[in-house]
């Protein structure tokens, strides 16, 4: 039966390529970059193969895989897909090949590197969405680094190697500490069950859930921490962001293709997969900080993009604004808000994924991306105008395009949130929309608009077809998701219901065991709303 | 005194061993020009010791009325070992040839030392321990000073022979106070009257005092001020087995005296265990930083990965003891390898030896440079890579013992050291070079290399290969 391995197929296809293109030699560069994005495209409909046969009706993990891997810590190869992972999955699946076919021309040193760090990357990423063992997650999650640490420190621009080791040593520093409060969750699973453990150590994310609700608040609070601290570097919610414009404007297109579309996002899947589930009181207890984080993070984002000369810093800048709007939304913890922060986390891959790749077009063309050297663009490059102006309406959020239905759910949901209990947050977060259309399109007019005022944007060429071909399937993604976005909300849907439903059940358990009043879920929010 | 059959084919490898290291002796005493034959006949010998050690794996217990420990334990120790001395053995050399010191005695000399390593991991009573640590380390003086002609050995060896004799004074005054107060040298004769005997201030005399002689053995801060000297004077082959085997049977005297001998899970063991723990974590990864000479900073990384085992001596529970052994297998390869690939770069009068030469080594050495990354990322303790799921396991025993600040400290210590193992990552594939590398590799060095790197993405993918091994030992 193919459903019963077919997500290690989707896991471990690239590793496929990545054998064939070792035996390449260095000048069959054709053939290196066709087997890639072969690859690459295959594993992408692997996943579209996993995302069709995905029951939405049921909220569990499905092509679920388990083999024991390491007897002494108990540990074994798991993984699984719900709702939330499956979205994610498909959305590095489509952004990989796209980034490996964006640098067909860009990369010429070192190819064959290039390629197989690309596809080890997408081992990893994936990895990361799939894992349901903390242990393998963290080996995907910290594995993940090095092929990414090459891409930026082999093929980024000026000043790499500052960014690539920044980038480097800030997740490390994050995930390290994560890793102390996994070991400690496993030892509490250890201990015996009158004092909340299992009886036995493990690192299996299903039965760490059942403890979870048990655990003592003090405990809670660091763990939380420990993998919190982990996640917001990767997010980056604000003040952990200094590394992101740093990576992103150094890496070569692709990377930031990549590291915006996919590497970030697993920061807010963490958050939304492990801190709240499994430490739902803690979680309670930190909102307030970190949605005003998340606020101050949407609006500082937006600020700072606004006055940036270079386009693809104010791109970096915006991503920051735009996972504050994800935080904001997981931690407003109803289901409209995590829905639209999951539909949000693929607008952003998306949107950015794709401003990226038109920033880099751009720069192959000039070989600078200050934003007073060009103007009037428009003239002499109408197809990548008309694409340019597609995505910063989607990245603006235009109704009818992916980017409103997330940041609307996102607005609606915590305006509602009985956790946020205020709408402050959601009227402070609606101006960062508002200040996003500032920047996008104030760049947008001076970079398109007006008269060609240097002689070197005269000449330029506009879209080929390999650059057409990279920027369409992300269009209609843009498109489909803004039209209809059922058939993505649809598929997560029970599995953000399940989620939400669970952190409110152990929520309502400990303040049972804690003889506090029980906060008034009589009427679940998530019922009288629908 | 008798000597039954089945002691002797329990003790077969260390004596094995030693035999070996007397018929190299007198091939070099026959021979002329016969540093071939020599080469060959310790490897040959080698592989015969590891199959014996395998053979003999099950046969734990006890041999020689107690006074040696075999099966078990000691045989994982002695394969580490051998892994080590083989390796080491394989990169020597060309290496040896180049720096034209290709003399017999060289082998010789690195088998006694391992033979002392074996003794160390088969002790049960402190004199065999003292034997051991004497042996190795005497063989391990003379083979830091085999570069008569440089300086920089000389001064190696006499720094690693004046402090080492220091140190082994202290553990001999230890060892000789601790027969005063238990009236024996045996560990199961402490072990049994250890509640009376903590009462004793001569006691916990005796055991700080052996504790200090093992610390200076392990290289545990403050007792780490020979080590950079010491390694980067000494033959960069040397280096490579002092710091693998030398390190691995310091620590299994280590264990074998705290966990068998004395009470672990002791407060106050436990607590002095923890601070030098944690201060060689910091010190030995924070000085590592502003290391330029790789030698230097491969020393200071041997102090620090020192810290991470002392950790799951620390912890003093069977997860750290096993989780010590794992490490201890993974750092093998992964020093090893390390110091074999600057090994094989090294060009005569220590050239090739600083992060400025291995500028662009990406490009000119691709498999080498490779295989240096891969050591480098498992050293700074990346997945999936052998090194990870030594510091895990540590790190683990160490939040079991209820001593999280340590792991807190351990980890943080890792993103420390993970600059520093980066930053010749960054220089041989993020710089361009100036000058092209000429050093022919040969098959032998080659072959060491890629066995340890094999070993290392082994041991990390499949940690059970060698977990399985520990389990049930105690």
Redesign the interface.
């Known amino acids: 039966m193919l459903n019963s391995w077919v997500l290690s197929l989707v896991i471990f296809f690239p590793l496929v390529g990545v054998l064939f293109i070792l035996f390449l030699r260095q000048e069959q560069a054709r053939t290196i970059k066709i087997a890639g994005i072969a690859a690459s495209v295959i594993d992408f409909f692997l996943s579209a193969y996993l995302f069709w046969m995905f029951d939405p009706q049921k909220p569990n993990m499905q092509f679920v895989e388990r083999m024991r ?5 108990n540990v074994s190869y798991f993984v699984g897909v719900d709702g939330i992972s499956l979205l994610l999955i498909v959305l590095t699946t489509l952004l990989t090949p796209i980034a490996l076919l964006s640098s067909w021309n860009a990369i010429t040193r ?1 190819l064959k590197e290039y390629v197989l760090f690309m596809l080890l990357l997408e081992v990893g990423m994936v990895g990361v969405f799939s894992s349901l063992d903390l ?1 393998l997650f ?2 995907f999650w ?2 993940m ?2 092929p990414m ?2 891409i930026i ?2 093929w980024g621009g000026e000043n ?2 500052y960014a ?2 920044k980038f ?2 800030f997740t ?2 994050g995930s ?2 994560m ?2 409060a996994i ?2 969750l ?2 509490y699973a ?1 201990g015996p069950s009158a004092a909340g453990g299992l009886g036995r150590f493990t690192t299996d994310l299903l039965e760490l859930y059942r403890i979870a609700p048990v655990l003592p608040l003090g405990i809670q609070t660091w763990l939380f921490l420990g993998f919190a601290l982990s996640f917001a570097i990767k997010v980056p919610i604000f003040p952990f962001h200094t590394w992101l414009p740093d990576a992103h404007v150094e890496a070569p297109t692709a990377g930031s293709v990549i590291l915006a579309g996919v590497l970030l996002k697993m920061g807010t899947y963490g958050l939304l997969r492990f801190c709240l589930p499994l430490f739902p009181q803690a979680a309670v207890k930190f909102m307030p900080l970190i949605a005003i984080l998340a606020v101050i993070g949407i609006v500082y984002g937006a600020l700072v993009s606004m006055v940036q000369k270079d386009i693809k810093k104010l791109v970096a800048y915006s991503s920051v604004s735009h996972l504050g709007f994800v935080v904001l939304g997981i931690f407003a913890m109803n289901e409209e808000a995590i829905q639209g922060s999951l539909i949000q986390m693929v607008n952003h891959g998306l949107s950015t994924g794709a401003l990226f790749l038109i920033v880099g077009m751009i720069y192959e063309r000039r070989h600078t991306r200050e934003i007073t050297e060009f103007g009037g663009l428009c003239k002499v490059m109408p197809i990548l105008a008309t694409f340019f102006m597609i995505i910063s309406l989607s990245s603006i959020g235009l109704p009818g395009l992916n980017g409103f239905v997330g940041e609307f759910l996102i607005l609606l949901g915590s305006f509602q949130s009985r956790f946020l209990n205020t709408p402050t947050y959601a009227i402070l977060a609606a101006f960062g929309v508002v200040l996003s259309a500032v920047y996008l399109l104030w760049m947008y007019q001076r970079v398109m608009f007006g008269s060609i005022t240097k002689a070197e944007n005269q000449m330029l060429k506009d879209l080929s077809v390999r650059e057409i071909a990279v920027l369409v399937p992300i269009a209609a993604f843009v498109f489909w998701i803004g039209i209809y976005p059922s058939s993505f909300l649809g598929k997560s849907a029970a599995s953000t219901r399940v989620l939400v439903q669970q952190v409110e059940r152990e929520l309502g358990m400990r303040s049972q065991v804690a003889q506090k009043p029980t906060p008034p879920n009589g009427d679940s929010p998530t019922e009288n709303r629908k | 005194m008798d000597f039954s059959s089945p002691d002797l084919f329990s003790t077969s490898p260390i004596l094995a061993l030693t035999a070996l290291a007397l018929v190299v002796l007198f091939l070099k005493a026959l021979l002329k020009r016969g540093e071939d034959v020599i080469f060959g006949v310790t490897l040959i010998g080698i592989v015969i010791c590891i199959s014996l050690a395998v053979a003999t794996y099950g046969r734990a217990g006890t041999a020689f009325q107690g006074m040696i420990q075999v099966g078990g334990f000691t045989n994982f120790f002695y394969l580490v070992f051998m892994v080590a001395t083989g390796l080491t053995v394989l990169i020597s050399r060309s290496y040896l040839q180049r720096e034209e010191i290709n003399f017999g005695e060289y082998y010789c000399m690195l088998l006694f030392a391992a033979s002392g390593m074996m003794l160390i991991a088969a002790a049960q009573d402190l004199i065999i321990i003292f034997l051991g640590i004497e042996l190795m380390s005497i063989s391990l003086y003379v083979l830091a000073g085999f570069m008569r002609k440089r300086q920089k050995s000389n001064e190696s060896a006499l720094k690693y022979f004046l402090l080492g004799a220091f140190a082994t004074g202290f553990l001999l005054y230890g060892i000789a106070l601790l027969y005063g107060v238990s009236g024996s040298t045996r560990f199961v004769v402490i072990a049994e009257n250890f509640p009376a005997l903590t009462a004793d201030p001569v006691f916990w005399i005796g055991v700080g005092l052996v504790m200090v002689g093992f610390s200076f053995k392990v290289a545990a801060v403050p007792f780490h001020m020979w080590v950079p000297d010491v390694y980067e004077g000494a033959p960069t082959t040397v280096s490579a087995f002092m710091s693998t085997g030398g390190k691995a049977a310091a620590f299994s005297g280590f264990v074998l005296v705290f966990f068998h001998a004395f009470q672990v899970g002791n407060s106050k063991i436990t607590d002095v265990l923890a601070v030098l723990s944690a201060a060689t974590m910091i010190i030995g990864n924070v000085i590592a930083i502003s290391q330029q000479n790789l030698k230097r900073m491969l020393a200071y990384s041997s102090i620090a990965h020192a810290g991470y085992m002392l950790a799951g001596l620390a912890a003093g529970n069977g997860l750290g003891q ?1 989780g010590i052994m794992y490490y201890l297998a993974a750092y093998t390869f992964m020093n090893v390898g390390s110091f074999g690939v600057l090994s094989v770069l090294e060009e005569q009068e220590e050239k090739n030896l600083t992060f400025d030469d291995y500028a662009g080594l990406g ?1 000119k050495r691709p498999l080498i440079a490779a295989i240096m990354s891969i050591f480098m ?1 498992s050293l700074s303790g ?3 890579f052998a090194g ?1 799921f030594g510091k ?1 396991y540590v ?2 025993a160490a ?2 013992a209820n001593l ?1 600040w340590l ?2 400290v351990g ?2 210590t ?2 420390i050291s ?2 520093y193992y ?1 930053r010749l990552v ?1 220089y041989m ?3 361009e070079s100036e000058s092209a590398v000429t050093t022919e590799i040969s098959r032998p060095s080659l072959a060491a290399l890629v066995i340890s790197a094999i070993g290392v993405i082994g041991l990390g993918i499949l ?2 290969l060698v ?2 091994l520990t ?1 049930g030992l105690f």
Do not use: C, N
């Open positions: 891997w390491i007897e002494g810590l070192r242990f963290y080996i910290e594995g680094l090095i640490y090459f420190g082999i790499r190697i690539a080791i480097f040593l490390l520093v390290l500490l890793l102390v070991i400690w496993a030892m250890s | 096993t490009y990322f990346i997945p999936p990870f895990y790190f683990a939040v079991k999280t792991a807190v980890v943080l890792s993103a993970a600059y980066l960054v594939y993020f710089r940690p059970s977990l399985d389990q």
